[in-house]
């Protein structure tokens, strides 16, 4: 393990100049900043946060866990690197993959190009010389002909704006901006509102811990157990015994960017009985690999239906109470349209006599009290209340800064219907800003490491070719976009996708525009797609030329 190494970047001078500018550092912003900085790029990175990390920076609530398996849920651009680091876990927790995050930091000794607590506040395209000008929230500057959003698909934590909010005495948390210090439940009576992947993960420690426990449910949701294990040697060596290969099948041949146990069947083509024993099979093994029992359980709505019932099956057995499972039984979308949860002791966590169910489907939260919140005319009194509500996926963190492009075309107004992109990578309108996994892009139907590597490198090369051809902007031509929107929306319909009301499609949002977000093409053919682009002179994108000497002098190659 090395040792942290650099202080963090000073503070950005007024109006410092620069090649690129990445905001955020993440997965994604970090392996930006050292694809480009390797390029000879002037590069900073500007985060928020007072350490890198992205969304496992922010998500430290009980239970955090990734439900991809850790040995696929790690950079894979560099050979030493992913031989050298070891996992302790199959699904690796919040703290570990932090660890991991910031030994790659110091590893690649990137620090010092990491601008820390500094929120970017606005990002305007000035036409005449063709650079962006970003601000921060505390007023300073930063000039740069390119900027690369790498602000994650769920970093735009969400909690509902309850009436009463401000009246509660108690301690309002959200699992997507956990407080650093921890926070300890002992003896406290505590509410969660949401059962989604954080509520499903949180809420059997904080059951452990409190003395009780009220879970607020609007919908119920479909989750299988993971069934970590402490990594082995034997699992590990296999990984890392051919994983060059492993990945680049990862990467080129599977849709989600996850080796799973794949099959070629689907669900009806065999009887009840095999089905049921391959449900069964891959319960008892754990993990999302359940979803890929039958290859057509997202597109066909019987297929689906017998995987649902199979879970909701599961569900009755586990939960003692018939009342309360049937409580617990998801019936409002196909399974895994919205994202599988994957949990440890989830069902069993309601067999425990300090923990109750409050469906709020048909009357929800009225408002919070001083004491606590008041449903049905009831009031629940609490000392904590664990707002798992989610987040402003794929847009809430590029809204929350305002963008301005060609002719201050604010990028809130260009997606006031729904996002549109080209390849999920830029956007008609905002010349030379990029954005990884961006909507229109793989990103949160993936193996998000897999997509963001895809698309840094993308990036990175694209940003070495304009150099060298002496482009001075990109951006996508307005057909070659809307062919790309009409696309992603209609791939997405082949699929049971969009029958849910899913943050994939807005719909946690009041009054954000439902139209299905990210490309469910799969990670193998979207890579083709985009290499082809590339190949064929960034078909789809114009690209302007630089004025004379000018580009030289924005672009230029540090020493
Ligand atoms: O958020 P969510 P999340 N009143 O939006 C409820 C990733 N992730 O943070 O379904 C009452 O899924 C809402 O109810 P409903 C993963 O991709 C991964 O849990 O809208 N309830 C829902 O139950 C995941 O999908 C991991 O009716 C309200 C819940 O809050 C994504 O992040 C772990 C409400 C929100 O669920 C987001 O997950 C954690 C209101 N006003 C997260 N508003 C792993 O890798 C919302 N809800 C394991």
Request: overall charge negative; proline content about 5%.
């Amino acid at each position: 393990m090395t040792q942290p190494s650099e202080a963090p970047a000073r503070r950005p001078a007024d109006a410092e100049q620069l090649d690129v500018a990445i905001v955020g550092a993440g997965f994604a912003g970090l392996y930006m900043l050292h694809r480009l900085r390797k390029l000879g790029f002037r590069t900073r990175v500007f985060e928020a946060a007072s350490d890198v990390g992205g969304t496992w920076f922010w998500n430290r609530y009980p239970g955090a866990r990734c439900d991809v398996e850790s040995m696929q849920y790690s950079y894979s651009f560099d050979e030493e690197l992913q031989q050298e680091w070891r996992w302790s876990e199959r699904f690796a927790a919040q703290p570990e993959i932090l660890r991991y995050i910031n030994h790659v930091a110091d590893r690649f000794d990137l620090r010092r190009d990491v601008v820390l607590d500094t929120r970017i506040a606005s990002a305007r395209f000035d036409e005449a010389t063709a650079c962006w000008t970003l601000q921060t929230q505390g007023g300073e500057r930063i000039v740069a002909p390119f900027c690369i959003m790498a602000t994650g698909c769920l970093s735009a934590a969400r909690l509902p704006d309850f009436p009463g909010m401000a009246d509660y005495r108690g301690k309002i948390l959200h699992t997507g901006q956990w407080p650093h210090e921890g926070v300890a439940f002992d003896g406290l009576n505590v509410a969660v509102v949401g059962t989604g992947s954080s509520a499903i993960q949180s809420i059997p420690p904080i059951a452990a811990q409190a003395r009780h426990l009220t879970v607020f449910q609007r919908t119920p949701n479909f989750s299988v157990p993971a069934r970590n294990w402490a990594m082995t040697p034997e699992y590990e060596e296999r990984w890392k015994r051919d994983y060059a290969a492993l990945r680049q099948r990862a990467r080129a041949e599977t849709r989600s960017g996850t080796i799973y146990e794949f099959s070629d069947k689907g669900a009806l083509q065999v009887d009840a009985q095999a089905r049921k024993a391959e449900y069964e099979r891959r319960w008892q093994k754990g993990g999302a690999n359940f979803m890929h029992a039958f290859n057509d359980i997202l597109v066909d709505r019987q297929a689906n239906d017998t995987a649902a019932d199979f879970v909701r099956d599961k569900i009755r057995e586990t939960v003692a109470d018939p009342e309360r499972a049937e409580a617990l039984l998801p019936h409002d979308h196909p399974l895994g349209t919205k994202r599988i949860c994957v949990d440890t002791d989830y069902y069993e966590t309601f067999n425990r006599d300090n923990v109750s169910l409050v469906d709020i489907r048909a009357t929800p939260i009225e408002t919070l009290t001083e004491a606590g919140l008041r449903v049905g005319g009831r009031d629940y009194a609490f000392d904590a209340i664990v707002f798992a509500t989610g987040f402003d996926a794929m847009t809430g963190a590029l809204a929350a800064i305002d963008i301005r492009g060609r002719d201050g075309l604010a990028l809130k107004q260009a997606w006031a219907s729904g996002p549109r992109t080209y390849l999920g990578l830029m956007s008609e309108g905002f010349p030379n800003l990029f954005t990884i996994t961006g909507p229109g892009s793989p990103s949160v139907l993936s193996n998000v490491i897999v997509s963001i590597e895809q698309h840094v490198d993308w990036i990175a090369d694209c940003l070495d070719h304009l150099r060298q051809a002496g482009i001075r902007t990109i951006e996508p031509e307005p057909e070659a976009q809307e062919e790309w929107v009409a696309h992603v929306n209609e791939v997405a319909h082949r699929t049971l996708y969009p029958q849910a009301n899913s943050w994939y499609m807005g719909a946690n949002i009041p009054g954000k525009t439902r139209v299905f977000m990210p490309y469910i093409g799969g990670v193998g053919a979207y890579r083709q797609i985009c290499e082809q682009v590339a190949a064929n002179g960034y078909r789809g994108f114009r690209l302007m030329p630089a004025p004379g000497a000018d580009r030289l002098e924005s672009l230029s190659v540090a020493s």
